[in-house]
């Protein structure tokens, strides 16, 4: 099935994790995949223990979108590119795509590619898409929404991200 977590809130990526470890906890494989994400972030050194959940993500931290410039971009693109290829090129149970609504919906990535493999995926494969605005065309096939409001964030305060909490 095709599950989606989404919205404004904090606990998209980390409702993905539960689901990651819970599969792999059920002998399933897992492909764990993050778009715009290339920090050290403390779930990595967890996830590397687990055998059964492949991390796939770029070998550098690209920074904000905001800051990119036309050539980071379509090296990110092209990094995208290559996990879309390698995650759907395996034997997972389960894909899941961390951050892939901002990475589709910026257009970092061959969107028709994206779009054909997540819609065209085996009926034996879950597929989880993280991130906020999801692309209507997920939407409508979606099986699973889940929508994360934010009612309150530190951040807001002024507090920073947190190590073992936002990343």
């Given amino acids: 099935m095709l599950q989606i977590y989404c919205g404004e809130g904090k606990g998209k990526t980390t409702a993905s994790l539960g689901l990651a470890l819970r599969m792999a906890g059920a002998g399933m494989k ?27 993500r770029c070998d550098r ?43 589709y919906g910026h257009g970092l990535m061959d969107c028709e590619k994206a779009k054909s493999l ?23 096939a979606a099986d699973y929404i889940s929508e994360i409001k934010c009612i309150r964030h530190p951040y807001k305060n002024g507090v920073t991200a947190r190590k073992g909490i936002e990343y």
């Fill in 118 to 140: 997540i819609l065209g995926r085996k009926n034996d494969i879950e597929i989880v898409i993280t991130g906020r605005s999801p692309a209507d065309v997920f939407v409508d």
């Fill in 61 to 103: 931290n690209y920074g904000f979108y905001s800051t990119l410039s036309d050539s980071d971009k379509a090296k990110l693109s092209a990094c995208h590119n290559d996990l879309l290829d390698r995650a759907f090129g395996g034997t997972h149970d389960a894909v899941i795509l961390d951050e892939l609504n901002f990475a």
């Fill in 30 to 56: 897992v492909a764990f995949v993050q778009f715009m994400k290339g920090g050290d972030t403390a779930e990595l050194a967890s996830l590397s223990l687990i055998d059964n959940i492949d991390v796939m």
